[in-house]
């Protein structure tokens, strides 16, 4: 991977969103040789499957939750940081010249360089955002299209190739694209965001308490 040293916010780079200009902000894992932690982000074992070329489907694995937030943080703080780590880097791809080539069509990419809006249900509210059209509407990240990415389950080879088209790292110090102003409250908000948690984040600690509540009956019983 190229040593980036352009940085551009998102503001800049969601300006670049027409199809004779075409930029999308994709997340990328490096993986990294340290004796020390450098990085703000704990060892995180999609990353080096990322890394290996797995990454879309090594990220929603269940071993990986159980790396991530179990053994990760156990043992990867303690042995693996010693030797390696990743980092999540926020990369800038100029992918103006590729649009016509790509064979998801260039309208996924275009529509991945708009600002993410989602709907929120069950509020009847009527106000609209110019930007997408959508009734109400809440801006997510910006402009990053890494979901839309992953979600397309593009092969190591499409990765590759799209290192070749990065112009720059997104600058993590500068200010994001500002949320709109709409009309949902910040209750509606929480509850969204804890219905999207995947499924894995609350059937791991149930099945944990369920296994303990287990266990311990049949400890009792057998006394
Ligand atoms: C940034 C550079 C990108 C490159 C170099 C790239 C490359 C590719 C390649 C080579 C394929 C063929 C399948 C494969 O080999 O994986 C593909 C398919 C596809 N890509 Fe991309 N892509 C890029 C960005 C994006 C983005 C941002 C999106 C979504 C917003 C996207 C959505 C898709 C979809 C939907 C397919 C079709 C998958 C299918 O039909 O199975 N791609 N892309």
Same mark, same amino acid.
Do not use: H
């Given at each position: 991977m190229p040593t980036l040293t352009k940085l551009v916010s998102m503001q800049e780079a969601a300006q670049h969103n027409t199809k004779d200009d075409c930029w999308v902000v994709i997340d990328g894992k490096i993986l990294m040789f340290h004796r #020390?932690? =450098?990085? =703000?982000?704990?060892?995180? #074992?999609s990353g080096i499957l990322q890394w290996m070329g797995l990454g879309a489907w090594a990220s929603y694995t269940l071993a990986n939750y159980f790396l991530l937030h179990h053994i990760g943080f156990l043992f990867g703080h303690v042995l693996l940081n010693w030797q390696f780590e990743t980092c999540k880097l926020q990369q800038v791809y100029d992918v103006t010249s590729y649009l016509d080539e790509h064979p998801g069509g260039d309208d996924v990419i275009l529509s991945a360089t708009e600002p993410h809006c989602e709907e929120l249900k069950n509020n009847k509210s009527t106000m609209m955002h110019t930007d997408c059209n959508l009734v109400p509407v809440i801006h997510t990240e910006g402009k990053d299209a890494t979901e839309e990415f992953e979600d397309a389950g593009h092969s190591k080879d499409a990765r590759d190739l799209m290192e070749t088209f990065c112009v720059a790292e997104l600058d993590p110090s500068a200010a994001t694209i500002p949320e709109p102003e709409v009309s949902s409250s910040k209750q509606v908000d929480m509850i969204q965001k804890i219905k999207d948690l995947p499924l894995q984040y609350w059937a791991v600690p149930a099945a944990l308490v369920g296994i303990s509540v287990g266990v311990g009956f049949l400890y009792l019983r057998r006394k």
């Open positions: #020390f932690s =450098t990085c =703000t982000e704990a060892l995180d #074992f």
